[in-house]
């Protein structure tokens, strides 16, 4: 392994359907580095909040809910809602539904960046993604990257996903769910996708999985 990735950091961020998260695992597998999947944090606040019934405009409650979760990771990156696993249950369309308003809440995003924060502190290193990762979390990473695709490309991975948890959706509601996703992201006000001056931009509609990991852990080697 070249030593050095040993302590790099690495921020990957894009929209939904880019290709970030199976990405970043293979990148964080291939350059022994700790692998940290944001949005399944803001999965896994929302999931409190949907086995909680709070009204998302409840300030209060969810300032109560936020001091009261625990979100861990184990060693193998699984995710633990207080105590409980939660990998399938954080992808449920219940989740899907709701993430986006509730990841636009400021209150939430200042915790998790604290708590995104404090992880990349405590890790020699890490690739870490999401959508603020460059801007806000880890405005001092080694590496900046930006996955993008085409949006149709964005619908085709998604309804395939899909198809294979047994749901059927047809492209036009696939397109819409991602536009309608995509606007909540990039326009909240507080820490929107954004894509930093001086990220590498990798556009992976024509680009096979191994070579978009091959640009990054290139770029990290070479
Ligand atoms: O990457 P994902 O689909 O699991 O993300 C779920 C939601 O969380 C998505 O609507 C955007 C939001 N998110 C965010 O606002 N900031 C991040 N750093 C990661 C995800």
């Not at 950091?9 to 291939?30: F, L, M, N």
């Not at 944001?38 to 606040?45: D, F, K």
């Not at 990771?73 to 989740?95: C, T």
């Not at 619908?155 to 198809?163: F, G, I």
């Amino acid at each position: 392994m070249p030593g050095k990735s040993r302590n790099s950091k690495i921020a990957i961020d894009g929209p939904a359907g880019a290709g970030k998260s199976s990405v970043t695992k293979e990148v964080a597998r291939r350059l022994n580095l700790r692998y940290l999947d944001t949005g399944a944090m803001y999965r896994a606040i929302t999931l409190k909040l949907i086995q909680e019934n709070v009204d998302i405009t409840d300030q209060k409650l969810i300032a109560e809910i936020l001091k009261n979760t625990n979100i861990k990771f184990n060693e193998q990156e699984e995710i633990f809602l207080d105590g409980k696993p939660v990998a399938a249950e954080i992808r449920s369309s219940a989740v899907n539904q709701l993430v986006s308003p509730v990841s636009a809440i400021p209150m939430v995003r200042r915790r998790l960046v604290e708590m995104q924060q404090a992880i990349a502190k405590e890790s020699k290193g890490i690739v870490m993604e999401g959508r603020d990762i460059a801007s806000i979390v880890m405005p001092d990473a080694d590496y900046k990257i930006y996955l993008d695709a085409s949006i149709e490309e964005r619908a085709r991975r998604r309804r395939k996903e899909q198809l294979e948890k047994g749901i059927e959706m047809t492209e036009l509601e696939v397109i819409a769910e991602i536009k309608n996703r995509d606007l909540i992201d990039s326009g909240r006000e507080d820490s929107p996708l954004t894509r930093v001056q001086d990220a590498v931009v990798i556009d992976t509609t024509d680009l096979a999985f191994d070579e978009v990991v091959d640009k990054i852990t290139g770029l990290v080697n070479n």
